[in-house]
C-alpha cells in the first residue's frame, strides 16, 4: 500500500485527486453533479478556498485549491465536502461498495 505525504504549506496552493470508494460503472458525480457543487459551496462559504481549477469525472474528480494565508487544513474542509455530499444521495445509491442504508 502506498503512504502519501502531502506538504502543508499555509496559504498554499494544492493539487487533489479524489475517487469514489466503488469506481466500477460508477457515475455518482456526474448523475449528483448539483449536490456535490453545493457541498463544495457550502464548505467554502464555512471554510473559505480558492477553486483555481476541478474537473468533475463520473467517478472522480482533480481539483486545484488556494487556501487562505495562514490556513493549511484542506483535510478538514475535504471531510466536509464528502459528509454533505453523502448525507444528500438518495438511499439505494451506491456511495462505497454497497448500496447507502438509513
Not at 20 to 35: F, I, M, P, T, Y
Not at 41 to 68: E, G, N, R, Y
Amino acid at each position: 500500500m502506498r503512504t502519501y505525504r502531502r506538504a502543508k504549506i499555509k496559504g498554499g496552493c494544492y493539487f487533489f485527486t479524489v475517487n469514489l470508494a466503488n469506481r466500477q460503472g460508477n457515475k455518482l458525480l456526474v448523475e449528483q453533479v448539483d449536490l456535490l457543487r453545493e457541498a463544495f459551496k457550502h464548505t467554502q462559504q464555512d471554510h473559505p478556498f480558492k477553486m483555481d481549477a476541478v474537473v468533475i469525472m463520473p467517478d472522480h474528480l482533480h481539483c486545484i485549491w488556494s487556501l487562505p494565508e495562514g490556513d493549511d487544513d484542506f483535510s478538514m474542509r475535504w471531510s466536509l465536502i464528502k459528509a454533505r455530499f453523502s448525507r444528500r444521495i438518495k438511499k439505494g445509491e451506491f456511495i462505497r461498495c454497497q448500496p447507502r442504508m438509513g
